[in-house]
């Protein structure tokens, strides 16, 4: 079984940083996309950024050029540096992985998703 697993987020002034972090484990054989969406209280989940296994990085309009998304493919991780956050930016952050499992096909994944509220 498939299981991604958050690290980071919480409370953090306007115009500080976080960092976010994700971890696949489990029956992994390879994963295709990976990164982090975000979803505010009565709002869809919006594209935050994606790591493709290419080496590619796609990033949500509002957070280009604040937000860096990095990846290692070797420890199925991908984490998330979040800087010059402003109050727009609180929101629960999911990570994200297409992943191919035992049964041999590519499914999403998500995690439990974690708090970040930018707030001073």
């Known amino acids: 079984q498939v299981r991604l697993e958050e690290f980071g987020g919480g409370l953090v002034q306007p115009g500080g940083s976080l960092r976010l972090s994700c971890a696949a484990s489990?029956?992994?054989?390879?994963?295709?996309?990976m990164g982090w969406f975000h979803q505010g209280p009565g709002r869809q989940r919006d594209l935050v950024a994606v790591?493709?296994?290419?080496?590619?990085?796609n990033y949500g309009d509002s957070v280009k050029g604040r937000f860096t998304i990095s990846r290692d493919t070797a420890k199925n991780t991908v984490s998330l540096q979040m800087n010059s956050l402003e109050p727009e930016d609180t929101s629960v952050y999911y990570c994200?992985?297409?992943?191919?499992?035992?049964?041999?096909?590519?499914?999403?994944?998500w995690g439990q998703g974690t708090q970040v509220t930018v707030s001073s």
């Open positions: 994200y992985a297409n992943i191919q499992d035992y049964t041999g096909r590519y499914r999403d994944y």
């Open positions: 489990g029956t992994v054989f390879s994963i295709a996309d």
């Open positions: 790591a493709t296994s290419g080496g590619d990085a």
